[in-house]
């Protein structure tokens, strides 16, 4: 078979090294893909990265050129620019959820109406299409933490966190940058507990929850500084252990595949559930997403240990149920690598070199999925804001951390441009140690 997957990043090449270990896989493709994908790779891979994500009819030129069998959507804007109906009202086999029902992720107001209406659990919002209106509405609110966001999609940018009403009237304003995603915006209230991240598999009608992760999205340390579209992760987030939570999840999940269904809309793809778990276990949704997580696909992925072609082709013939999924028992951490000023100005690093990465891949347990990375003959150069991937697995936390740390300490970009956290994964750290 020959498999192409849409996105570029450290969870589209996370997809393509587990489609890779598939004996029914012959030759991997990637739009536009990176760099690092072919580096070391077990099956030959082929990267178009002149080629938008979004553009339908370069894309089927491809497929067919290449003789494509199956074409795996992966990223968030070709979903939501209906890629996936396109493909198949093209007789081309394609995983991931239509257009229709990625609207989970791209129009956050009718998520959340969605939400509401099949009696999920979430905090209190209301959407807005008019800043006076909201203006207004401000006025009213109790004090408290709210969260104003842009309804469309915004790049993992589109959530600003409010404490009082001056960040709330200029977070409204800001809603004005976002363009047409931030016509319509929501309010809503903060939720307080720790966050974390569930992944489901479905078919339409069945589904398979695996392995949990915690995404760790500040930039800084501490959890200090801007959001970015994420710093590192890990998996499993223990936050996530025992048999409330996991009921919940599991309610939640099939709740919203059934809800989909009456809504006349068949989920097939992956879908991810945000959640808060408060101090009593009660959960409660921050959103749901029509994709992997990146970083938390680079942890998650590589845990499965069915061929994932099967998977996938069990999903598009609605016979999930006939599959057992299996995932092996590590524990994974992912430090993600960012040029100097991400999620700021990042250009002064633009093509510098990256150093030190054969050396990082040699280290046992430990895998490097690219990002925004260049290959010129042997060497390598930054082509983007998220540079690398270094993951670490191991028995618990901190082999797992102490793996993907060493990896990482042998790279880094010239003249010191390499920025990356050094307390990814401290949730369980913290929970392992006080236990
Ligand atoms: P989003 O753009 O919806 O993915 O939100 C980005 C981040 O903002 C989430 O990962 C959460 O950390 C935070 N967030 C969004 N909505 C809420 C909420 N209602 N309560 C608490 N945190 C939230
Ligand atoms: N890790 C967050 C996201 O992929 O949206």
Redesign the pocket.
């Known amino acids: 078979m020959n498999i192409l997957i849409i996105g570029g990043g450290g969870?589209e090449h996370a997809l393509l090294s587990i489609y890779s270990t598939s004996s029914k896989v012959k030759k991997l493709f990637s739009i536009p893909g990176n760099d690092l994908m072919s580096f070391k790779a077990e099956k030959p891979v082929k990267i178009f990265p002149k080629i938008n994500p979004t553009d339908k009819n370069a894309i089927l030129n491809v497929v067919k050129k290449e003789k494509i069998d199956f074409v795996d959507v992966a990223q968030d804007n070709p979903l939501a620019e209906g890629m996936v109906d396109f493909l198949q009202s093209k007789d081309i086999k394609t995983f991931g959820p239509t257009k229709a029902a990625a609207q989970i992720e791209w129009n956050k107001e009718w998520s959340r109406d969605f939400m509401k209406k099949h009696h999920l659990p979430i905090p209190s919002y209301v959407a807005f299409s008019s800043i006076k209106k909201a203006k207004e509405y401000i006025q009213r609110l109790p004090k408290g933490g709210f969260f104003v966001k842009a309804s469309g999609l915004a790049a993992?940018k589109g959530a600003i966190r409010c404490d009082n009403k001056e960040e709330l009237l200029k977070a409204v304003e800001q809603m004005k940058t976002f363009g047409k995603s931030g016509k319509t915006f929501l309010i809503e209230e903060a939720l307080i507990g720790e966050e974390a991240?569930i992944y489901a598999i479905c078919d339409g009608k069945n589904f398979k929850i695996l392995k949990s992760a915690q995404?760790n999205?500040q930039v800084n340390n501490f959890d200090q500084g801007v959001n970015t579209?994420?710093m590192g992760?890990n998996s499993p987030a223990l936050v996530t252990s025992g048999v409330k939570v996991n009921k919940r999840i599991k309610q939640i999940i099939a709740m919203t595949i059934k809800g989909m269904r009456d809504e006349g809309i068949s989920y097939v793809g992956v879908l991810?559930l945000g959640i808060i778990i408060d101090k009593k276990k009660n959960l409660r949704i921050i959103e749901f997403?029509a994709?992997?997580?990146?970083?938390?696909a680079q942890v998650v992925l590589p845990g499965i240990k069915n061929d994932y072609v099967s998977i996938v082709e069990a999903c598009i013939k609605g016979d999930l149920n006939k599959i057992k999924i299996s995932e092996d028992k590590k524990t994974r951490v992912c430090v993600v690598g960012v040029s100097r000023g991400y999620p700021g100005d990042y250009s002064k690093v633009k093509n510098k070199e990256l150093f030190g990465l054969d050396r990082a891949t040699k280290i046992d347990g430990v895998e490097i999925y690219g990002a925004g990375i260049k290959r010129n003959g042997k060497r390598e150069f930054v082509d983007g804001g998220r540079v690398i991937n270094v993951v670490g697995e191991g028995d618990d936390i901190f082999e797992a951390r102490s793996r993907a740390y060493r990896a990482i300490s042998l790279i880094n970009i010239k003249d010191n441009n390499l920025h990356y956290r050094t307390d990814i994964g401290w949730r369980d750290v913290d929970r392992r140690l006080n236990r």
């Open positions: 969870r993992g991240s995404d999205k579209g994420g992760a991810y997403n994709r992997w997580g990146d970083p938390e």
